[in-house]
């Protein structure tokens, strides 16, 4: 054991020299060779955890970044390769599965669709350049739907790699996929541009083509790190029940060019009305997305800048929010009284009407909007319904949207 012990420190040691060699700029071929002397097999998380050693020695994670290609070249075909059995990973359904399905369909549209589309462009077709164009770009317009496949790996692989420590992999990752959304959408604009009306604004042939060249070129490295890197990394410490969340997640935020796959079910305990148990501290109110002190819960609703009114199902009002400018007055005393006595009896039926028509299924919101003193007051009420869509009771939010209608124009920079 503490042989093995020595040889994963040094491992890690010499991992680690290699990548400040990159970074300090030494010849490329000179360090993958003292790798490939060194080396015979590194796995995905030895790799993982010496790009966090560097940034916790002060590299920056955008230097990795722009580091993060050389990596690639370097760890290709030295990553060893895990065997595992065909179920459940490879079962439809599975997140890594559904990510898998999800590139081969995008190296098929680059082969069959983009390819095609660019040898004919750069061909000799005289008079159909501009068609030809145009079919470029509609496929350039389904490649940036590949945000919805970055996105689901940022918000749902991201967070557990985090919580089981993986820190350094994801925010270097998270940068080049920023960096291929934005390759994709200026390869787009300039094809756009050689059809242009304006010849002075029109790109050369080859400019777009090295555009595309290494649009292209970052996607397929991608694929590779997520398949090569990524998976052999997660499937080694991710669990059945963050695999199903993952999963059930993923269908909210759907599916880039394959169809929606089935349900992946692990075996595991879940909890009586179907969702994963959630660890929480002690005290803490347990909710199916997470978990809140009482405290936090309570100052968390006083500080959105919005009132917030509970009526329970029997017209029963049972909470409202104590932000620190309030539209409306409430006091505890509300707490318990009919919603129908706390109102005027010149709109008590309004209220009346909304609530049976939520309770009936008729409504599920109605909104209003009044002028009163220097402020724009807009009321919206909300049928709140159990998973079932059993009537539970109205939720009222009341919000002074003057501030919001005198926005203009945009503000990308942090106030001083």
Same mark, same amino acid.
């Given at each position: ?9 040094? !491992?890690?040691?010499v991992l680690r020299e290699?990548?400040? =060699? ?44 722009? &580091? ?13 390769e895990i065997h595992r ?54 496929? &350039? ?74 649009? &292209? ?10 398949? =090569? @890197? ?7 410490? +991710? ?33 009586? =009305? ?26 968390? &609703? ?7 009114? +509970?009526?329970?199902? =029997?017209?029963?009002?049972r909470y409202f929010s104590?932000?620190?400018? !309030? ?22 039926? @309004? ?27 807009? @009321? ?37």
């Open positions: 054991m503490t042989q093995e012990i020595n040889n994963r420190e040094y !491992r890690q040691k290699l990548l400040s =060699d990159l970074h300090a700029g030494k010849d490329f071929e000179s360090v993958k060779t003292r790798f490939e002397e060194v080396f015979k097999d590194v796995s995905a998380t030895e790799i993982a955890e010496a790009e966090q050693a560097l940034i916790k020695e002060g590299i920056p994670v955008e230097e990795i970044t722009r &580091l993060c290609d050389v990596h690639a070249a370097v760890f290709k075909g030295s990553i060893e059995p065909a179920d459940p990973h490879e079962t439809p359904g599975h997140p890594a599965h559904t990510l898998k399905s999800e590139n081969r369909a995008l190296e098929r549209l680059i082969k069959d669709r983009i390819g095609v589309h660019m040898e004919a462009f750069l061909g000799e077709n005289a008079g159909e350049e501009n068609a030809l164009a145009t079919a470029l770009a509609e496929d &350039l317009l389904e490649l940036a739907k590949v945000d919805v496949h970055y996105t689901k790996k940022e918000l749902l692989f991201f967070p557990y790699m985090e919580k089981h420590g993986i820190t350094a992999p994801p925010k270097v990752m998270w940068a080049v996929d920023d960096e291929i959304r934005d390759l994709i959408a200026e390869t787009r604009r300039m094809v756009l541009a050689w059809v242009s009306p304006s010849e002075s604004d029109r790109p050369s042939k080859q400019a777009i083509k090295e555009q595309l060249d290494t649009t &292209l070129g970052k996607v397929t490295e991608m694929i590779s790190k997520e398949e =090569d @890197i990524l998976l052999p990394m997660v499937l080694d410490i +991710f669990t059945d029940e963050e695999w199903k969340s993952i999963a059930d997640e993923s269908r909210e935020m759907g599916y880039f060019l394959i169809s929606p796959p089935p349900e992946w079910k692990p075996v595991t305990t879940r909890t009586s =009305d179907g969702q994963p148990e959630i660890s929480a501290p002690s005290g803490a109110i347990v909710f199916p997305t997470g978990a809140l002190q009482l405290n936090e819960l309570t100052r968390m &609703l006083d500080t959105l800048p919005v009132d917030i009114t +509970f009526v329970d199902k =029997d017209n029963a009002v104590q932000g620190s400018e !309030r539209i409306f007055p409430r006091t505890k005393a509300v707490i318990g009284r009919r919603v129908t006595d706390c109102h005027p009896p010149t709109s008590v039926h @309004i209220v009346e009407g909304i609530i049976e028509s939520f309770r009936a299924g008729q409504k599920d919101h109605e909104d209003f909007w009044i002028k009163m003193g220097g402020k724009y007051v807009y @009321i919206r009420y909300f049928a709140v319904r159990d998973n079932d869509g059993a009537f539970l009771g109205t939720l009222e939010v009341t919000q002074d949207i003057k501030p919001i209608q005198a926005i203009e124009g945009e503000k990308r920079l942090v106030s001083n």
